[in-house]
């Protein structure tokens, strides 16, 4: 680079001196939809959710219905647990799977990343929040690993990430004792899964939750109304602002019945948060769905794409490592079994299903934060109230299959009705 | 066969010199010589029509011009001294915009973060570098309006919009950073013949403006030798012949460009 340097502003100063005559309709005629098809374009875009949401509120009903335990504020705090493992692996995968990539790894660096941490407390006498560190700093690590073999070798990741899994698998066994398992009991580690937040405390996070929205909202609101575009105070302000009050006052009320909010559903909290700001509002957000639309594209337009897939990978991996420990903390140790088993095992598939599920498209581009919640949370309520019901295994595994099977097709059904694929 | 490379350097239509030239560019990939010695000079307030047989070489010649390739040998000048780019945002910060063939849109997102993809305004780095979507939004209208686009939504995802109103996002886009210089490859190739004209009145008004414009097109006698100054014709990587547009047929054009020799002339 050298030598000249225009100075640019983004405006069109270099059309600027032509008078504007009226629009000319010949040359961008305005679509007209059909009913339907303006259907298919809301739910593509603003009602993205819906589906999913009515999904999970049909589930709901049903086993509700089947067993009055179901809606107890005891189960449903248990519900909200198992979800955390799984919600926050598949959080992690979001960023891959919105790139068009995939990790097959993630389970596999859950468990090894939780057995190094209960390693370096049980050999090396490193304290509990140090271990926790080094845990969650090695999985972004391995992820950043991944990215960058992946873009220096040109290999799919999909291949990378299910050798590495395999290695860190086997790494995982060489870590463990001959015992089989590390214990945790007593190690501080525990207190994670085994802790609440309640009463008063409870209640200022959900004040917080609705400051933090509602400043976002508002500072939007301000910005387009300062720029002179439409924006309506209710859609975009009390809506979203009225829905969060609601629905943390109603979660918190539930919870707070049975023993408080557990530390890991908090841990959750924070963590879709702080993804569903980075998704939706900074560049590093909107790179990820530019890669994933179209990566030669954002590589002309100057994105740095392979710095982008190393950082989603990493992001990925160090999510993962923390679900790991989470999952530690509740069975109290770690074992050969830790991160699903050899291969991923059910933890694996369950955390691509709930992204997958929630509206995550495996052809990148497409997916929110929220996708790995609402994923999450369809494959718990599953599990957690065909266990109630008594149901085995077997057929748990035959509902979330199906069910996996059934978002997709519908989630394909309205991006084709809305005209954003098959082009 | 004669060119009229010599008097690359001499004045354009505003009497100013070439704002971009390039001199002896060379490229290949593997085997293929895609460029051989390749001059063309561009002068602001003039549209440069570059034509050729499929695989002449025009696209690999606009992408050493946007900075996407590297040439192997000769130099690239802007504005008199000599430039490397080392990558596309080299060539957007000199001024130097380009509307590719495949038009480079994102289908899954709208149209003003396709304008802005890779510059977008953003806000301080500690809060994670926030995009401006209200000022972006802004002059994105902004921009869509003086060409005279305002029907196009800024908010639906570009996937599910026309040929024309992607090709018309494209432009919109180029123009954005006030350019210097606009490169199109094949702009009209997916429209009809009104959006084709339409396309070709805003290419003419960039030119009024005072940008440099280069078009490469397919479509010669209706929209080349129409739209365009000068015509500069390619062959197998080499530029096999140049003409004003005013003094050509397009059956010259055609001829030139599949090697026959009959009425080909000098530009100057
Ligand atoms: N990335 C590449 N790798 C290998 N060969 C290439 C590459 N890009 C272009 N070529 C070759 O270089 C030559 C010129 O290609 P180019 O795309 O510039 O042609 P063109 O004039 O734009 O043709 P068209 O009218 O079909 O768009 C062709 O032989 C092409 O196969
Ligand atoms: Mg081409």
Redesign the interface.
């Known amino acids: 680079m050298s030598t000249h340097h225009s100075t640019q502003s983004p405006t069109a100063t270099a059309v600027a001196t032509t008078p504007d005559p009226p629009a000319d309709p010949a040359a961008t005629p305005s679509p007209r939809l059909t009913p339907r098809r303006r259907l298919a374009e809301l739910l593509a875009g603003d009602l993205r959710a819906l589906p999913v949401v009515a999904g999970l509120t049909v589930l709901v009903l049903i086993f509700s219905l089947q067993s009055p335990f179901f809606l107890s504020s005891r189960n449903l705090s248990n519900l909200l647990v198992q979800a955390v493992v799984t919600g926050i692996i598949a959080l992690g995968l979001v960023f891959v799977l919105l790139l068009g990539e995939i990790d097959l790894s993630v389970a596999a660096i859950s468990g090894v990343c939780s057995v190094l941490m209960a390693k370096l407390m049980a050999e090396a006498g490193m304290s509990s929040v140090l271990a926790v560190v080094v845990a969650v700093v090695l999985g972004a690590v391995i992820g950043a690993f991944t990215g960058s073999w992946a873009t220096r070798f040109l290999v799919p990741t999909f291949v990378v990430t299910l050798g590495l899994g395999l290695i860190l698998n086997g790494v995982q066994l060489q870590l463990l004792p001959r015992t089989g398992r590390y214990n945790l009991l007593g190690t501080g580690i525990e207190d994670i899964a085994g802790s609440y937040v309640t009463g008063a405390a409870s209640w200022l996070l959900v004040v917080l939750a609705v400051v933090v929205v509602a400043g976002l909202k508002l500072t939007h609101h301000q910005r387009k109304a300062s720029h002179g575009i439409d924006s309506s105070v209710v859609k975009n302000v009390v809506l979203p602002v009225a829905v969060t009050a609601v629905a943390g006052v109603l979660v918190v009320s539930v919870l707070d019945a049975n023993a408080g909010i557990p530390t890991p559903v908090v841990i959750f909290g924070v963590l879709l948060a702080i993804t569903s700001y980075i998704l939706t509002e900074t560049r590093f957000g909107l790179s990820l769905y530019a890669v994933g639309g179209n990566a030669e594209a954002a590589l002309r337009s100057g994105i740095k794409v392979n710095r982008v897939k190393i950082a989603a990978f990493a992001l990925a991996g160090g999510l993962a490592a923390l679900a790991g420990i989470i999952a530690a903390s509740r069975l109290l140790g770690v074992s050969v079994s830790s991160g699903g088993g050899i291969g991923g095992g059910a933890l694996l598939l369950n955390a691509i299903a709930a992204a997958v599920i929630g509206g995550v498209s495996l052809f990148g581009g497409r997916g929110r934060a929220s996708s790995a919640l609402l994923g999450a949370l369809i494959i718990a309520t599953v599990g957690n109230g065909l266990n109630l019901l008594g149901v085995s295994t077997d057929v748990q595994l035959l509902v979330t299959g199906a069910l996996l099977v059934l978002a997709v097709t519908v989630d394909r059904s309205v991006e084709r009705l809305s005209g954003s694929v098959g082009r | 066969m004669t060119t009229a490379q010599a008097d690359h350097a001499s004045a354009g239509p505003t009497g100013a010199g070439p704002i971009l030239e390039l001199r002896g560019i060379s490229k290949t990939f593997g085997g293929v010589h895609a460029l051989a010695d390749v001059d063309l000079a561009i002068h602001p307030g003039e549209v440069v029509g570059l034509v050729g047989d499929n695989g002449a070489g025009k696209s690999t010649l606009v992408k050493t011009m ?1 900075g ?1 390739l590297r040439p192997d040998g000769g130099e690239i000048r ?2 008199g ?10 060539a ?4 130097i915009q ?1 509307v ?1 063939q ?8 709208d149209a003003v ?1 396709n304008l ?7 806000g301080p780095r500690f ?9 972006s ?3 994105a ?3 869509l ?8 939504s800024l908010t ?2 570009v ?4 040929g ?2 992607r090709q ?1 996002i494209a432009i919109a886009r180029s ?6 210089v606009v490169l199109f490859d094949e702009p009209t190739a997916a429209l009809s013949h ?2 084709a004209e ?1 396309v070709g009145k805003l290419i003419r ?2 030119a ?4 440099g414009v280069l078009v490469i097109s397919h479509d010669i006698h209706q929209f080349v030798v129409e739209a365009t100054d000068r015509i500069v014709v390619m062959r197998l990587g080499r530029v096999a012949a140049e003409f004003r547009s005013a003094d050509v047929t397009g059956e010259q054009v055609v001829n030139a460009m599949v090697g026959g020799n009959k009425g080909v002339n000098s530009a100057r």
Not at chain 2, 81 to 90: I, T
Not at chain 2, 127 to 135: F, M, P, Q, T, Y
Not at chain 2, 175 to 180: A, H
Not at chain 2, 208 to 211: E, P, R
């Open positions: 946007s996407i802007f504005k001294s000599r430039v490397e780019m080392d990558g596309p945002n080299a957007k910060k000199l001024g380009t590719y495949d038009l480079a849109l994102c289908d899954n997102l973060q802005f993809l890779g510059r977008e305004l953003t809060l994670g570098s926030r995009i401006k979507r209200a000022e939004e802004s002059r209208r902004e921009v309006r003086k060409l005279r686009l305002d029907s196009i639906r995802p996937g599910a919009m026309s024309g109103q018309n123009i954005l950073w006030t350019p210097e009104t959006a339409q008004q960039l009024d403006d005072g940008l």
